[in-house]
T-cell receptor
Framework: DSGVTQTPKHLITATGQRVTLRCSPRSGDLSVYWYQQSLDQGLQFLIQYYNGEERAKGNILERFSAQQFPDLHSELNLSSLELGDSALYFC?????????????FGEGSRLTVL | AQSVTQLDSQVPVFEEAPVELRCNYSSSVSVYLFWYVQYPNQGLQLLLKYLSGSTLVKGINGFEAEFNKSQTSFHLRKPSVHISDTAEYFCAALNQAGTALIFGKGTTLSVSS
């Protein structure tokens, strides 16, 4: 158990809909990272937050947004969903802003868009 | 583009045989390198990392990796694998900005008896 909690574990929805994925980092970790894992693209970095502030952006679509709340949990919002958004979405946390240390990954939220 | 390339998508091997999973990184990423393992229906967990110092890095579960700067490689090895090593293995490098890990596409290690 990494200590990172993601909900929901599975989510099935239709095209055009909006969903919210939630992540609770390990106790004391200030950084949260979101990754998308798909068969064709592999693991793609989406976005990083540190202590409530956005720190880095990767290949995140404009239809996607994220935030980190004062209690340090984070939410990833996916809107106007398309079939191609079906993937496993991972949240990871680390104690500080840099990623030179270990990232602790949750078990992921599997999104299926029909 | 910043990239990490895992040269084999699948590696089948028999139990107790040695294994090498190959990883090359581009010169545009940093030389902070990592190997993660993903067991079925689980998140990724760190096997080992290279930040500096000795080029031979030892990790958990008997795995080790060697950093080779001239060949821009960071291959993962284990002298004798077990059935329980069956998993997906990811090589990763820190991006130049130091803000996120760039992952390879993964290598599926299948160990059979």
């Amino acid at each position: 158990d990494s200590g990172v909690t993601q909900t929901p574990k599975h989510l099935i929805t239709a095209t055009g809909q909006r969903v919210t994925l939630r992540c609770s980092p390990r106790s004391g970790d200030l950084s949260v990272y979101w990754y998308q894992q798909s068969l064709d693209q592999g693991l793609q970095f989406l976005i990083q937050y540190y202590n409530g502030e956005e720190r880095a952006k990767g290949n995140i679509l404009e239809r996607f947004s994220a935030q980190q709340f004062p209690d340090l949990h984070s939410e990833l919002n996916l809107s106007s969903l398309e079939l191609g958004d079906s993937a496993l979405y991972f949240c990871a946390s680390s104690p500080r802003t840099g990623a030179t240390g270990e990232l602790f990954f949750g078990e992921g939220s599997r999104l299926t868009v029909l | 583009a910043q990239s990490v390339t895992q040269l084999d998508s699948q590696v089948p091997v028999f139990e107790e045989a040695p294994v090498e999973l190959r990883c090359n990184y581009s010169s545009s990423v940093s030389v902070y390198l990592f190997w993660y393992v993903q067991y079925p229906n689980q998140g990724l967990q760190l096997l080992l990392k290279y930040l500096s110092g000795s080029t031979l890095v030892k990790g958990i579960n008997g795995f080790e990796a060697e950093f080779n700067k001239s060949q821009t490689s960071f291959h993962l090895r284990k002298p004798s694998v077990h059935i329980s090593d069956t998993a997906e293995y990811f090589c990763a490098a820190l991006n130049q900005a130091g803000t996120a890990l760039i992952f390879g596409k993964g290598t599926t290690l299948s160990v059979s008896s």
